[in-house]
């Protein structure tokens, strides 16, 4: 399931479940590095780590229920991930200098620089770790001792306790982001990056609380925690430079890359520490106070519905079709033309009095239409639905379809919608106008180069005319 905590359920089993979810996972992509020997090693370790990390900003929520058990849990777990660094840290360095590279594909120093960087990756990747290493049976019995202590842990009900947590994850990240802005030195990000990223791995925990609200706020703090951790990459790799400068080349070709690092951590910083602001705006206890009203209104109420949007400030729509047909014998020459759209209409079922079609108008989109009634004025009930809906409905309207080019075209204060049919109707040209009031309806006046009314004649209606075809008596028009 979801990294998650759902709200209206014990808090205590959600936990102990998130925990076991977590745990079982990295546990599990273990047994597939000792037993699959075409497993992707380095892939299943970065996945391990990730869930470590997970595992911990679950516990670091509850930590004030955990006591000296929160010690020893969050321990357990990092060493676990360290027996494991040491691959992460054989690759991290060479997709530090890709993302150098990626804004200087042309820099020759820096892609040599790099390609030096990535045999020395490789030659580490192949000692790092494999999958009979004691390191890989170690870090499991790590993980597994871990998850055990995580299903005893005691937890109160109602959401103080984890409330007290993020107040605490907040507050360690909003004296960080001080003291960073302050004196912006690479420990200060890291220590600001760390507490970032236990905030990020909460508000995903307590996400179902308000998910119109707290989703956003995840999102931007996964890229905050990102652009951090891309800091202190870009950190480790000057490290590494000035501690080691003949590994990597000549001083000119070092300082190069060094300045390019610093260069781009100044970018990085600015942007972040902007972020930040707007993040941790609020004082530690009315943030945690205004995620805990969200939780308890989920409990309450019930949680937000994130696929049925609120309902805007649009008029509200007309369940009345009012409109008037017209037979076109003669089309003008003068007329305006270049509105125009190709629809095709099949419908699912028609009798004399009501139908349900569904339209494709191209780059319009599709809908289901429902009418009901008969004459001028009658019901109409539209939804928009989407290709693949319309696709699976048309082909159940085989013998029932309408073809036709719509050209809308202005008179006075309306749109006359002028169509030409095509296939089996071919010939037939009809023009409609729409009205928003019985009152225009009646009071319209058509065009000279209108013809004969068929408003109130049944056999006119687009359902009966994919029915049953044109009538005997219906005008053939050329149209060009």
């Not at 003008?332 to 629809?343: E, G, M, N």
């Given at each position: 399931?979801?990294?998650?905590?759902?709200?209206?359920?014990?808090?205590?089993?959600?936990?102990?479940?998130?925990?076991?979810?977590?745990?079982?996972?990295?546990?599990?992509?273990?047994?597939?590095?000792?037993?699959?020997?075409?497993?992707?090693?380095?892939?299943?370790?970065?996945?391990?780590?990730?869930?470590?990390?997970?595992?911990?900003?679950?516990?670091?929520?509850?930590?004030?229920?955990?006591?000296?058990?929160?010690?020893?849990?969050?321990?357990?777990?990092?060493?676990?991930?360290?027996?494991?660094?040491?691959?992460?840290?054989?690759?991290?360095?060479?997709?530090?200098?890709?993302?150098?590279?990626?804004?200087?594909?042309?820099?020759?120093?820096?892609?040599?620089?790099?390609?030096?960087?990535?045999?020395?990756?490789?030659?580490?990747?192949?000692?790092?770790?494999?999958?009979?290493?004691?390191?890989?049976?170690?870090?499991?019995?790590?993980?597994?001792?871990?998850?055990?202590?995580?299903?005893?842990?005691?937890?109160?009900?109602?959401?103080?306790?984890?409330?007290?947590?993020?107040?605490?994850?907040?507050?360690?990240?909003?004296?960080?982001?001080?003291?960073?802005?302050?004196?912006?030195?690479?420990?200060?990000?890291?220590?600001?990056?760390?507490?970032?990223?236990?905030?990020?791995?909460?508000?995903?925990?307590?996400?179902?609380?308000?998910?119109?609200?707290?989703?956003?706020?995840?999102?931007?703090?996964?890229?905050?925690a990102e652009a951090l951790?891309d800091d202190h990459d870009?950190?480790?790799?000057?490290?590494?430079?000035?501690?080691?400068?003949?590994?990597?080349?000549?001083?000119?070709?070092?300082?190069?890359?060094?300045?390019?690092?610093?260069?781009?951590?100044?970018?990085?910083?600015?942007?972040?520490?902007?972020?930040?602001?707007?993040?941790?705006?609020?004082?530690?206890?009315?943030?945690?106070?205004?995620?805990?009203?969200?939780?308890?209104?989920?409990?309450?109420?019930?949680?937000?519905?994130?696929?049925?949007?609120?309902?805007?400030?649009?008029?509200?729509?007309?369940?009345?079709?009012?409109?008037?047909?017209?037979?076109?014998?003669?089309?003008?020459?003068?007329?305006?033309?270049?509105?125009?759209?190709?629809?095709?209409?099949?419908?699912?079922?028609?009798?004399?009095?009501?139908?349900?079609?569904?339209?494709?108008?191209?780059?319009?989109?599709?809908?289901?239409?429902?009418?009901?009634?008969?004459?001028?004025?009658?019901?109409?009930?539209?939804?928009?639905?989407?290709r693949r809906e319309f696709?699976?409905?048309?082909?159940?309207?085989?013998?029932?379809?309408?073809?036709?080019?719509?050209?809308?075209?202005?008179?006075?204060?309306?749109?006359?919608?002028?169509?030409?049919?095509?296939?089996?109707?071919?010939?037939?040209?009809?023009?409609?106008?729409?009205?928003?009031?019985?009152?225009?309806?009646?009071?319209?006046?058509?065009?000279?180069?209108?013809?004969?009314?068929?408003?109130?004649?049944?056999?006119?209606?687009?359902?009966?005319?994919?029915?049953?075809?044109?009538?005997?008596?219906?005008?053939?028009?050329?149209?060009?």
């Open positions: 399931m979801a990294y998650v905590l759902r709200p209206g359920r014990r808090i205590q089993r959600e936990v102990r479940r998130v925990a076991e979810e977590r745990l079982d996972g990295a546990i599990g992509r273990l047994d597939q590095v000792m037993t699959d020997p075409g497993a992707d090693i380095e892939t299943l370790v970065h996945e391990v780590r990730k869930r470590c990390k997970a595992s911990r900003g679950l516990a670091r929520l509850v930590e004030p229920a955990l006591g000296d058990d929160f010690a020893s849990f969050d321990r357990t777990v990092r060493d676990a991930a360290n027996q494991l660094s040491t691959l992460r840290d054989a690759q991290a360095m060479v997709g530090t200098f890709d993302s150098l590279l990626a804004a200087r594909p042309h820099d020759d120093i820096l892609r040599t620089v790099r390609d030096h960087q990535a045999t020395l990756s490789t030659g580490a990747t192949q000692a790092a770790v494999a999958a009979d290493d004691d390191r890989i049976s170690a870090a499991r019995a790590l993980l597994v001792e871990a998850r055990d202590a995580s299903q005893q842990w005691k937890i109160p009900r109602g959401f103080d306790t984890i409330e007290a947590g993020i107040v605490a994850t907040y507050r360690q990240g909003r004296t960080s982001l001080r003291k960073a802005h302050a004196d912006p030195t690479d420990h200060r990000l890291h220590e600001w990056r760390k507490a970032a990223k236990y905030l990020w791995y909460q508000m995903q925990l307590v996400h179902d609380a308000a998910p119109s609200v707290l989703g956003p706020l995840v999102e931007q703090l996964d890229l905050l951790g870009l950190a480790v790799l000057v490290e590494l430079l000035d501690d080691h400068p003949d590994t990597y080349g000549t001083p000119t070709e070092v300082e190069h890359v060094r300045t390019l690092a610093r260069d781009r951590q100044t970018t990085l910083r600015d942007s972040a520490l902007r972020a930040g602001a707007t993040i941790y705006a609020e004082p530690a206890h009315a943030f945690a106070q205004r995620v805990a009203r969200y939780w308890h209104l989920a409990v309450a109420v019930s949680p937000e519905l994130p696929d049925r949007p609120i309902e805007s400030a649009k008029p509200v729509r007309s369940l009345v079709e009012r409109e008037r047909k017209f037979l076109v014998d003669v089309v003008p020459d003068d007329l305006d033309r270049s509105d125009v759209i190709a629809l095709r209409q099949g419908y699912l079922a028609a009798d004399e009095a009501r139908s349900v079609r569904v339209r494709d108008a191209g780059p319009e989109g599709c809908t289901l239409t429902v009418k009901a009634g008969s004459g001028a004025e009658r019901t109409e009930l539209e939804w928009p639905i989407e696709d699976a409905a048309w082909v159940h309207t085989v013998g029932q379809r309408v073809e036709k080019a719509r050209y809308r075209i202005p008179f006075a204060e309306y749109i006359v919608e002028l169509d030409v049919f095509a296939g089996d109707l071919d010939g037939l040209v009809m023009a409609e106008v729409e009205f928003t009031s019985s009152d225009a309806l009646r009071a319209f006046e058509q065009p000279a180069w209108f013809g004969r009314e068929v408003t109130d004649d049944g056999r006119y209606t687009n359902a009966s005319l994919a029915l049953h075809g044109l009538p005997s008596d219906g005008p053939t028009t050329t149209f060009a």
